[in-house]
């Protein structure tokens, strides 16, 4: 491939940061294709209020209970979160590979607990100071959110707040995405009309095209999602990511490009 400009996306950023093996070595890998990668905070955004919020919120279950059979009681009732439930076990293989080997047979309920729970918070932590230091720059700041560090909670447990933008104001981006009406109803017009997402994501679209001075909160600003990038990828840049099934249409629709690792 030509060596462009990646515009990196939030499944990139988790591969990086919170998987290990195959998918990280891939997305590591593809990154390096590339001169430049870039970053937005809109990415980081995200990744906060998802993938890591699910290795925060397991890592919580852990300090809360005590109990590693437990907190896998309380996890395997998942099931109707998929995606939740997909990023815990990702997150449960990653930290028995940074756990020591021998556990006492009397208490191994809870040096288990305690042994995966400090992996965690290692990980965390850890993928938190690197957030901004994989990609060749970070751009396109958001006025309205606070990119805030997790931190301890005198119980043990991790607080990610905030994990949204400002509620008391307008989104940051309303201005810019408003000037793109055009690109906003080819983005419409390419979402599949069935699927949760996509409903919502097609509902924060109308709303700017058809009542451009309402408001658009942080809500709509959610439900964009994967549209957000196609919107803003820069000309000389394509959007690199796992998920090309969402973003291939929503690219191609605004005449750019979406590539996978």
């Known amino acids: 491939m030509k060596k462009i400009r990646a515009f990196v996306d939030t499944t990139i950023l988790a591969d990086v940061l919170l998987k290990t093996g195959p998918l990280h070595e891939t997305a590591k890998s ?7 990668t870039s970053l937005p905070v809109y990415a980081i955004k995200e990744w906060k209020r ?3 919020a699910t290795y925060i919120l397991y890592h919580n279950h852990l300090a809360r209970t005590r109990s590693w059979s437990e907190t896998n009681q309380i996890i395997a009732r998942w099931f109707g979160s998929p995606r939740r439930l ?3 076990r990702e997150a449960d293989a990653i930290a028995v ?3 020591p080997p021998k556990v006492s047979v009397q208490n191994w309920d809870l040096e288990l607990a305690e042994h995966y729970r400090f992996a965690l918070k290692t990980l965390i932590y850890e993928a938190w100071e690197q957030r901004r230091e994989f990609t060749t720059e970070t751009i396109f700041n958001l006025d309205c959110y606070v990119e805030a560090a997790p931190r301890d909670k005198r119980n043990g447990e ?6 949204d933008c400002s509620g008391d104001r307008e ?3 309303a201005g810019s995405l408003r000037e793109r009406r055009e690109m906003l109803v080819k983005l419409r017009e390419s979402i599949p009309a069935a699927g949760r997402e996509n409903n919502a994501r097609a509902k924060a679209l109308g709303r700017l095209i058809s009542h451009p001075n309402l408001p658009f909160d ?3 600003c959610r439900a964009l999602g994967d549209a957000y990038f196609s919107i803003f990828a820069p000309d000389d840049s394509v959007i690199l990511t796992t998920n090309l099934k969402d973003h291939q249409p929503l690219a191609a629709a605004v005449g750019k490009t979406a590539v996978g690792p």
């Open 171 to 173: 989104c940051c981006l």
């Open 86 to 88: 997909s990023t815990a």
């Open 50 to 52: 998802g993938q890591l």
């Open 97 to 99: 590979l940074r756990i």
């Open 218 to 220: 942080r809500k709509q």
């Open 30 to 36: 593809a990154l390096k294709r590339f001169d430049r």
């Open 158 to 163: 991790i607080d990610p707040a905030p994990q």
